[in-house]
């Protein structure tokens, strides 16, 4: 089961973008443009994006310059979300830590071939969720120091040492920033069906091959999660990553 492409499937584009304008007018959700733009660009970006890696993930170096592009996106991504300055840039350190205590071993072990298709497939989806981990961790812990800095003093005039006196206010930015990924995995089947379920189910036909590799995935998601938030609150605690200006 694929969806091909063909005259069919794009009045069926069509039809949806038509409907979800529609419903934009009489709703008056906003612009009745706004599915339709965004729709363009849809397609415009992902045409252009299928041209490159159908020549890039032949080989594993050009998928690696891919996935290259693709750490440089979340680590801008991350860093402005976190609205730090120029400090947001240590966010970097915090993707990589996530990213590299899965990745190396996911491909070394076997379980999944090494080709480009794999590296840029694994590798895009943990960079997507140690990602949206980092910027939560960076933005709530930011905004806890700013709005608790009273604790903070209060635990520095007791003796505590600077490291110290945050780390008292960030331990519950780190369980935060945490849920949406294990929520994930805790209702996985019951409530949703991910997308590398979806795409080994449609692409292969087998449900159990499509569980083995969202079990994997899930679990990666986890781990690269868990080192990069600990990375980040690090980075936090020691203020390497701050607020310049208040927001």
Known sequence: MTATASMSLVWLCVGLVTAAATIYYFARLGSVFVVPVAAV????????????LAAALREI???????ATMFAAATFTSFRRAAAGRSGLWLAGSIAAGIT????????????????????SVGGILLG???TATSLAARRGLDTLSQRRGEIEAALSLGFGDREARMLVL???????????VDQARTVGLVTLPGAFIGVLLTSGSPAQAGAVQVLVLIGLMVSESCAVAVTVELL???LVRRTVPR
């Open 129 to 131: 969720g140690t990602m």
């Open 101 to 120: 205590s899965v990745l190396p071993a996911t491909l070394l072990s076997g379980v999944v071939p090494i080709s480009g298709v794999t590296l840029v």
């Open 61 to 67: 170096w050009s998928a690696s310059l891919v996935l």
């Open 41 to 52: 660009r849809a397609v415009v970006q992902l045409s252009i994006i299928s041209l490159i």
């Open 237 to 239: 605690a020691r203020t």
């Open 171 to 181: 331990d519950k930015t780190a369980t935060d920033a945490l849920i949406p990924g």
